[in-house]
Nanobody
Framework: QVQLVESGGGLVQAGGSLRLSCQAS????????MGWYRQAPGKQRELVAV???????NYADFVKGRFTISRDNAKNTVYLQMNSLKPEDTAVYYC???????????????WGQGTQVTVSS
């Protein structure tokens, strides 16, 4: 069984910063890519950033230069440092971790529970 626990969301003024964390635990053999998505009210979930097992990163255009994704493999944790936040960044942020689970020995993506980020103008 695999669990993803997110933390770090909250309310911040425009121009402020937040750091999200997502830790995976359970019967994990190997973690592949780790990423962050977000979903604003009335909108589809969209990719924010992803980081591969070797540290390669990719960002959505709307966060380039403002957000930084990183990971700590020893802690099975992925982070999202969000700077220069804008009101349009308001959304529920979800982590997604592609991992190989011990019992099934199949790689699949797991979702965190989501954390609310609200940016006031």
């Amino acid at each position: 069984q695999v669990q993803l626990v997110e933390s770090g969301g909250g309310l911040v003024q425009a121009g402020g910063s937040l750091r999200l964390s997502c830790q995976a635990s359970g019967t994990i053999v190997r973690i592949n890519a780790m990423g962050w998505y977000r979903q604003a009210p009335g909108k589809q979930r969209e990719l924010v950033a992803v980081i591969t097992s070797v540290g390669s990163t990719n960002y959505a255009d709307f966060v380039k230069g403002r957000f930084t994704i990183s990971r700590d493999n020893a802690k099975n944790t992925v982070y999202l440092q969000m700077n220069s936040l804008k009101p349009e960044d308001t959304a529920v942020y979800y982590c997604n971790v592609d991992l190989l689970e011990f019992r099934t020995l199949r790689a699949q993506g797991y979702w965190g529970q989501g954390t609310q980020v609200t940016v006031s103008s």
